[in-house]
């Protein structure tokens, strides 16, 4: 489901539906969410679910089933998931408060990431390197989620994105991968990254394509989805980092880098419309069921405003 389908109908039900039915106060009843938690739509529309709100106003969610939002939100439950068609995760581990993170650090072994459950564009994330940075750091992600993921560090590893879309008739391609500049470490939304992918062989290239297309069937995504890899420099061993139902930061770079209108054609797949049915933009003739073939490269280089580094060190 695109975030801003739920941002809507989370807008809808604080806004609309107060003056309905005796004028119930549906933002005290239902919705009175702690908002450095649930920030972000994807969270409204999984706890307006998990309240029964769509059942009890009959909303129908399009596009993304919201059990496939938590199968790649929720650390254990992605886990099992992935581990279910023959992928791997990173040694990880979720909690919800220090003392937690201390136990789990220890048995993972430092350094660790450390990552907001529930949040976008790495916020609350961080690297530990002993005990008293984890502390620092976990306290940090406990305010912005109640679940904080750590994972086995991979500094030095390669980190590949691929943009993949699916229809709700099982038509699933990969419009675009990208690479990383920067080691693995660094927040795709911070790092330089090259589209396409410069340094992978052709093995590489084609086993990230079909477990990317692998893992979005079996989650059951419908319209865009975000796949990350920490793959070896030395090998072809690699860990799935995570999967963002949704748009990005990355679907935007894709766009801009194929001529591919993601937003625009996610939105048409989340209403059950086929791949086959939708015109290539660019051609004008041909359908968009098509995977973009690039003779060139594009080179995002991160832009960061001033306030963001307030609480960094200088």
């Known amino acids: 489901?695109?975030?801003?389908?739920?941002?809507?109908?989370?807008?809808?039900?604080?806004?609309?539906?107060?003056?309905?039915?005796?004028?119930?106060?549906?933002?005290?009843?239902?919705?009175?969410?702690?908002?450095?938690?649930?920030?972000?739509?994807?969270?409204?529309g999984i706890e307006l679910n998990n309240r029964g709100i769509f059942k009890q106003y009959s909303i129908t969610v399009m596009g993304t089933p919201i059990q496939s939002i938590i199968n790649s939100e929720d650390r254990k439950l992605f886990a099992d998931q992935v581990a279910s068609i023959g992928g791997r995760v990173a040694p990880s581990g979720a909690v919800y408060s220090v003392e937690e993170a201390i136990i789990t650090a220890k048995r993972l072994g430092y350094p660790i990431l450390i990552r907001a459950a529930y949040a976008l564009g790495g916020l609350g994330s961080g690297f530990a390197h002993d005990e008293t940075e984890l502390r620092k750091i976990v306290s940090k992600a406990l305010l912005h989620s109640n679940?904080?993921?750590?994972?086995?560090?991979?500094?030095?590893?390669?980190?590949?994105?691929?943009?993949?879309i699916r229809d709700s008739y099982?038509?699933?391609?990969?419009?675009c991968n990208m690479e990383n500049l920067d080691p693995l470490g660094i927040h795709t939304g911070e790092s330089i990254v090259v589209a396409p992918s410069q340094t992978l062989t052709d093995s590489e290239y084609y086993l990230l394509r079909s477990m990317s297309i692998k893992i979005v069937r079996h989650l059951g995504v419908i319209g865009e989805c975000n796949v990350q890899f920490a793959?070896?420099?030395?090998?072809?061993?690699?860990?799935?980092?995570?999967?963002?139902?949704?748009?990005?930061?990355?679907?935007?770079?894709a766009s801009k880098a194929t001529g591919y209108p993601l937003a625009y054609v996610a939105a048409k797949?989340?209403?059950?419309?086929?791949?086959?049915?939708?015109?290539?933009?660019?051609?004008?003739?041909?359908?968009?069921?098509f995977e973009p073939s690039l003779d060139y490269c594009v080179v995002k280089i991160p832009r960061w405003d001033l306030p963001v580094g307030k609480s960094t060190s200088q």
């Open 1 to 44: 489901m695109d975030s801003l389908v739920l941002s809507r109908i989370a807008s809808f039900l604080l806004h609309k539906l107060p003056q309905v039915g005796g004028r119930v106060n549906i933002l005290k009843k239902y919705l009175s969410l702690d908002k450095a938690v649930y920030r972000a739509a994807l969270n409204y």
């Open 170 to 175: 099982d038509n699933c391609i990969a419009i």
């Open 231 to 253: 793959l070896n420099p030395k090998s072809e061993e690699f860990y799935i980092i995570e999967v963002n139902p949704r748009l990005s930061r990355s679907s935007a770079l």
């Open 147 to 164: 679940q904080v993921l750590l994972d086995k560090s991979l500094k030095g590893w390669k980190e590949i994105e691929y943009e993949i």
């Open 269 to 289: 797949l989340s209403l059950g419309i086929c791949l086959s049915d939708l015109k290539n933009s660019v051609t004008g003739s041909t359908t968009a069921c």
